[in-house]
């Protein structure tokens, strides 16, 4: 059987992977969708082709061209995006550490390269595949050269294979004759400029009848039609260079050795590590090599008896950086592992004299003995540690997250692979789809090992970063303290009153089928309200509204499309309200019930390390997505119920994010109309449409009041003219006007996003750290989007800040005065306390004197409260 040559065209393929894919990034930004869909390409050709040997051959970055007329032609090529450009030595690196052989050399394209090794192989008796995008590589099909071009359509890649009689079939020339097609009819994404006047169609009748344009050009007077005979006739000498350009040279002198050539095995350990820091979790399943052991597992043990256990935490110095984590199944500690340094990683299993409570009493003394324990998740340890105070314990994850917010997962193999300079297997590798009990006794102690060993391995590092980066005492004095208020909100949850939410549900069962009917009457037929499909056909078909869009899948119903519809018709009002229902009812009438807890109460996560802007997020369920746009979605907070004796307290920030905006403008306008306490929408409206102040309307504050909270996230004139349904041309008269009025905030914005330009971040009033690599794209709507990211995040993060200061003095001060009543819920600038009702005045006091107080701005912070049995009566 013969042996066989892959050969593959490095940056022709790099170029279709990258526009192929939307753009990603890893834990440290770093580009690598053009990487990752490079290898996915790399190894679908290698199961496809099964080769003995492979090459990829790339260009250099400045090559010295093989024509002296190549630069003026290839020299119009557009620059290379950044985003492309940083992979391709990283392509490079990862294809070195898989063992793939490189070609690249001064002077020569890649498809010379090819070329040249294609003709080598072939008079080695060998088949030879080449894989590019590029269509001159056509030139060198033959009956043992294959050429696999890839070819996009419809979203889906499909390969055009190539032999000579392919060639033929397909272009009606040889191979060889290629170049003189393209010397005739040129080839835009190549730069080959051809003739003028002469397309494919003519290009081919001329090479078909003549052969070449050499013999074309002898018999110019016989060409027809006349337009392609006087265009050879006057440029001939373009025909030739751009044959020239065209031709690919097959004797490149090259140093290649065919053992380096060679097919090992790619999935080597140098591979796997960069396929763990790019992110490339998919394709690490594609490693069937047995990892080997590194020396540190070596030194995790089990130990069971209690005179172990006790020597353990004896030999643990007060100054020790300690590393524990907490596993339970079912809610239930089941062990703790422990890492005092390399040599001692241990697990102690709940057993015998190992009970919960001996081990929680080893950790909870542990921690307040002095030594730093460092942990992957705080908040678990909390649940089965009893601690009330920050005192000695830090969390890594959330650590990491302050030093990388765009990370998608803090795991402790991400951790240990950013922070602590080691490849470790994945939760997944080890323990698969098992529990920690299931899996087998080696894996489930390696897992439990890594858990306590990591964060003890790259605690210091983390914190020294934190210091570097001026985010040291975020670290200490918010996010770490926050992390005990936020479990304890978990713990107490949030008391729902069932039958209510059941009556709700009913309320809203009832109001969709009653849309259904109308629906059904407006459109004079039934059909599936839920099918976008049908849905546009009665829309954009049956009634004929303006404006339908035509997709793949047929006419988009998204909600901005019927929002901009509303006026055109009454079905698109009754469908919008019918979709706000029907999410209603599915999300929370019924999708709240499943959480409610035996105790009555629903208890929430709330999450710290999700948001890139610092914001807390609450998931199973999200308590911050509650509705507030329609009368019937706010009514669901009214199942949201104090327990006996209890009422609900609630204060919320006033135009928070609007008056953080002041602060860092400066801009004395805004800042005195809030130190006089005026309404600031409608001193806008007055101030940006000449109107006095008495004077203004509704109207007028309704959209003064959305250009200042436009303005905060950084909206565009198209943005605003959607959300008041006026034209781009009144809009952009309205954000003008608003940065006449208010000069510094245009000249806050315009340096926030040029420093950012500048830095490749953002940062909060107190130190957060927010990047943005969207500034750095080539693609014009991906920069947009990060100016208006660098615009709005030193608000929103500044304002997330000042939250958390404010929950944690509240929370604080809750307990310290001793009082019953118990913070339960944080959405965005609103806190809920559960408050005794002989406490609610001093909770009032509470929480007006540490929410105003939280930050020193240029103007005063303002809450507002109200007081009510249920959460809708509160707000």
């Given at each position: ?703 003064a009041k959305a250009v200042n909270f436009g303005i905060v996230y950084g909206i565009s004139s198209f943005g605003l003219s959607q959300d008041l349904s006026i034209t781009r041309k009144e809009a952009k008269e309205y954000i003008e006007k608003y940065f006449e009025t208010y000069p510094s905030i245009k000249g806050f914005l315009d340096k926030t996003v040029a420093d950012a330009k500048q830095e490749g971040f953002v940062t909060t009033l107190f130190g957060r750290i927010r990047p943005i690599p969207e500034l750095a794209s080539s693609n014009f709507m991906q920069r947009s989007f990060g100016e208006r990211i660098a615009m709005n995040s030193p608000i929103q993060g500044t304002a997330a800040d000042i939250m958390k200061i404010a929950m944690i003095r509240v929370d604080n001060r809750l307990r310290n005065e001793k009082l019953r009543s118990q913070l339960v819920l944080q959405v965005h600038d609103e806190l809920l306390v559960e408050t005794h009702t002989e406490e609610v005045a001093q909770v009032q006091i509470i929480l007006r004197e540490e929410m105003q ?23």
């Amino acid at each position: 059987m013969r042996q066989k040559l892959v050969l593959i065209d490095g940056h022709s393929i790099l170029n279709r992977a990258f526009y192929g894919l939307p753009n990603l990034t890893n834990a440290n930004g770093v580009h690598t969708n053009a990487v990752y869909g490079f290898l996915n390409i790399l190894f679908k050709t290698i199961e496809e082709e099964r080769p003995d040997y492979l090459t990829v051959a790339f260009d250099l970055k400045a090559p010295t061209f093989r024509h002296k007329m190549y630069s003026e032609y290839k020299g119009t090529r557009k620059p290379t995006p950044e985003e492309l450009r940083t992979q391709v030595p990283l392509i490079k690196e990862v294809l070195q550490a898989m063992g793939v052989c490189i070609i690249q050399k001064e002077g020569y394209e890649a498809d010379d390269l090819l070329g040249t090794l294609a003709k080598a192989g072939e008079k080695k008796d060998l088949d030879v595949t080449v894989l590019s995008g590029d269509r001159d590589l056509l030139q060198l099909a033959s009956e043992t050269i294959k050429i696999r071009i890839p070819k996009t359509k419809a979203g889906k890649t499909t390969i055009e294979n190539y032999y000579i009689q392919d060639v033929i079939d397909r272009y009606q020339v040889t191979p060889i004759q290629i170049v003189d097609l393209k010397a005739l009819m040129g080839d835009t994404a190549d730069n080959i400029p051809g003739i003028p006047g002469v397309g494919e169609k003519t290009a081919t009748k001329i090479i078909v009848e003549f052969g070449n344009i050499e013999n074309a050009y002898a018999h110019v007077d016989e060409l027809m039609p006349n337009k392609a005979r006087e265009s050879l006739r006057d440029n001939y000498d373009k025909a030739q260079i751009s044959k020239e350009l065209a031709t690919i040279c097959v004797g490149v002198p090259l140093d290649y050795n065919w053992d380096d050539a060679l097919v090992r095995d790619f999935y080597t350990k140098e591979a796997y590590q960069y396929f763990q820091e790019l992110g490339f979790k998919n394709l690490l399943s594609r490693f069937s090599i047995t990892r080997e052991e590194p020396q540190i597992e070596q030194a995790f043990k089990l130990v069971e008896q209690l005179q172990d256990v006790e020597l353990i935490f004896t030999n643990i110095s007060e100054d020790a950086i300690v590393g524990v984590q907490i596993i339970e199944e079912d809610d239930e500690l089941i062990g703790i592992s422990l890492a005092t340094g390399s040599d001692v990683v241990v697990y102690m299993p709940i057993q015998g004299f190992l009970t919960p409570a001996y081990l929680s009493d080893k950790i909870a003394s542990l921690i307040k003995s002095g030594s730093k324990v460092a942990v992957l998740n705080a908040k678990l340890l909390l649940k089965h540690v009893a601690i009330e105070e920050c005192c000695n314990l830090y969390d890594v994850a959330v650590a990491a997250y302050l030093l990388n917010p765009l990370q998608s997962e803090y795991t402790y193999d991400a951790i240990a692979r950013d922070w602590g300079e080691l490849v470790t297997p994945a939760k997944a590798e080890l323990l698969g789809k098992l529990s920690f009990t299931k899996a087998d006794t080696k894996a489930a102690l390696t897992y439990a090992g890594y858990m306590a060993y990591v964060p003890m391995k790259t605690l210091k590092t983390l914190l020294d970063k934190l210091d570097e980066k001026g985010m040291g005492k975020l670290y200490s004095d918010i996010e770490m303290p926050l992390l005990f208020s936020l479990h304890r909100m978990e713990q107490v949850g949030i008391k729902v009153a069932g039958d209510e939410l059941k009556k709700y549900g009913e309320a809203l069962a009832i109001r969709i089928t009653e849309l259904e009917d109308i629906i059904y009457q407006q459109a004079a037929e039934q059909f599936n309200i839920n099918s976008p499909k049908q849905l546009g056909v009665i829309l954009f078909e049956k009634l004929n509204l303006p404006g339908g869009k035509k997709t793949k899948t047929g006419y988009s119903t998204a909600a901005d499309v019927l929002e901009r519809l509303a006026s055109e018709h009454e079905i698109v009002k009754s469908i919008l309200e019918y979709r706000q229902l029907t999410k209603l009812k599915s999300t929370y009438a019924d999708g709240l019930a499943n959480y409610i807890a035996v105790d009555g109460r629903i208890h929430s996560n709330f999450n710290q390390t999700i948001t890139a802007t610092g914001r807390i997020s609450s998931t199973e369920p999200n308590l911050q997505n509650i509705p507030v746009r329609m009368e019937l979605g706010r009514l669901i907070r009214k199942v949201f119920v104090a327990k006996a004796g209890y009422v609900f307290v609630d204060a919320d920030y006033s135009q928070i994010e609007l008056r953080v905006l002041a602060h860092f403008s400066q801009d004395e306008k805004l800042i005195q109309a809030y130190r006089e306490a005026k309404d600031i929408h409608q001193i806008t409206a007055s101030q940006v449409f000449h109107t006095p102040f008495d004077e203004v309307t509704s109207l007028q504050r309704r959209n003064a009041k959305a250009v200042n909270f436009g303005i905060v996230y950084g909206i565009s004139s198209f943005g605003l003219s959607q959300d008041l349904s006026i034209t781009r041309k009144e809009a952009k008269e309205y954000i003008e006007k608003y940065f006449e009025t208010y000069p510094s905030i245009k000249g806050f914005l315009d340096k926030t996003v040029a420093d950012a330009k500048q830095e490749g971040f953002v940062t909060t009033l107190f130190g957060r750290i927010r990047p943005i690599p969207e500034l750095a794209s080539s693609n014009f709507m991906q920069r947009s989007f990060g100016e208006r990211i660098a615009m709005n995040s030193p608000i929103q993060g500044t304002a997330a800040d000042i939250m958390k200061i404010a929950m944690i003095r509240v929370d604080n001060r809750l307990r310290n005065e001793k009082l019953r009543s118990q913070l339960v819920l944080q959405v965005h600038d609103e806190l809920l306390v559960e408050t005794h009702t002989e406490e609610v005045a001093q909770v009032q006091i509470i929480l007006r004197e540490e929410m105003q107080n939280a930050a020193q701005l240029s103007v005063p912070l303002e809450v507002d409260i109200n007081v009510g049995a249920n959460w809708y009566d509160a707000k």
